[in-house]
């Protein structure tokens, strides 16, 4: 009966992220360097409003949107960090972690033959929803630009049936993050244009040494912002996501939203309020260590001559593998075989990210020191 299942989906397949941390889970041995979920508890006072929402019976449907306490807190965070006004009323929607924002988002904007510009290497969540739209990635080839999507690569992917552009930055798997001039350049492109920018900005909070700007601070009209707490508050486990959209865009969203899940958990709403609250702060140690990690990881990579930039922010490094003959697959299955280290392949990015691997620092420095002397046992072999 397979072949009953819908062509679309039989056509994507699980993440290559995924597939790789299933294949090494349970090896003995193994230092997997592999998932990027940050490896802190979530906040101890986060953890309590969760808890006193059950005790409170506070476990039931919410609005569909979210609490509206919890929109006003979002809307709050935005406002503040970009001075960019959504109304938490009409233009906010908590969703079920950023994956559902991008699902919801993607299926409210895209027709059967729209082409979605994307930067390749990429996070490997928005392919497949576009395909599973009949929609048509097309991907920009960031290799040569340091891995910065720029206004000419746009300009020259555009077509009468570009739809949306997506911009996530801080990028997954690269660390770049792009600046206000760059930005600025993007949206002077497209502001004329019918054409949507879906800007993922879920690891927001996680830039070290610039401030974080957002697109919708240029063109907020054209605009869908999503963000969430699983990366800042490291709470990937509860499911919350935020996305702010202009009015006429957002109330057809939350159809989408609606009849998809009906509302986010409201006893993880009520973690998320406390968090945007009163837990403002609670992303500044995490940042400051994965600083730290950033320094070591790439004084580390750079004593093994390896090719790689220094990242602006999220917790990853994007390597080029020395030599370039062996496939990312070949090359992450030898460490594995090896010397038992885990990184995934560039090629878990899309095409353009053949050649590399992806290390994520959201590890122990113990984890990490041990990763990286056993890269290097086997890069010196
Ligand atoms: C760029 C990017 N967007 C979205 C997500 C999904 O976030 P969430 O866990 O909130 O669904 C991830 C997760 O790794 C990511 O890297």
């Not at 979002?74 to 991008?102: C, P």
Request: with cysteine; proline share 4%.
């Amino acid at each position: 009966m397979e072949h009953l299942i819908n062509q679309r989906v039989r056509n994507i397949e699980i993440s290559g992220i995924r597939k790789f941390f299933n294949m090494v889970a349970g090896v003995k041995d193994m230092v997997s360097l592999t998932i990027g979920q940050p490896d802190f508890p979530t906040p101890g006072h986060v953890k309590e409003a969760g808890k006193k929402a059950i005790d409170e019976n506070i476990t039931t449907y919410t609005h569909n949107a979210g609490l509206l306490q919890l929109r006003e807190a979002a809307a709050s965070f935005y406002r503040k960090k970009y001075d960019v006004d959504y109304s938490a009323e009409n233009e906010t929607i908590i969703t079920v972690g950023a994956s559902e924002a991008i699902d919801i988002a993607f299926r409210t904007i895209l027709d059967e033959g729209s082409e979605v510009i994307i930067p390749g290497p990429v996070y490997p969540g928005y392919e497949p929803i576009i395909k599973l739209c009949g929609a048509i990635p097309v991907y920009a080839d960031i290799r040569n630009t340091q891995f910065r999507m720029t206004a000419k690569l746009i300009e020259e992917l555009i077509t009468d049936k570009t739809r949306c552009v997506v911009l996530p930055y801080p990028s997954n798997p690269t660390g770049v993050s792009l600046n206000e001039e760059e930005l600025s350049e993007i949206a002077q492109l497209l502001k004329d244009k019918d054409i949507f920018v879906l800007a993922d900005e879920i690891y927001s909070e996680l830039v070290y040494e610039q401030k974080h700007v957002s697109i919708a601070q240029f063109i907020k009209n054209q605009t869908i912002v999503i963000n969430g707490l699983s990366k800042s508050h490291s709470m990937t486990g509860w499911r919350i996501g935020m996305l702010f959209a202009p009015e006429y865009l957002a109330k057809h969203i939350l159809k989408v939203h609606q009849y998809n899940v009906t509302c986010a958990t409201s006893i993880a709403q009520m973690a998320a309020l406390q968090a945007l609250t009163k837990g403002m702060d609670d992303a500044l140690p995490m940042r400051q260590e994965y600083a730290a990690r950033r320094e070591y990881v790439f004084n580390r990579l750079k004593t093994m001559s390896l090719e790689v930039i220094k990242p602006e922010g999220a917790f990853y490094f994007f390597v080029k593998i020395p030599g370039g003959q062996a496939s990312s697959f070949d090359f992450s299955m030898q460490l594995v075989n090896e010397v038992k280290l885990a990184v995934v392949p560039g090629s878990a990015f899309s095409e353009y990210g053949e050649g590399y691997f992806r290390l994520s620092y959201a590890y122990s420095m113990e984890t990490l020191t041990e990763g990286l002397d056993r890269l290097e046992k086997f890069l010196s072999k």
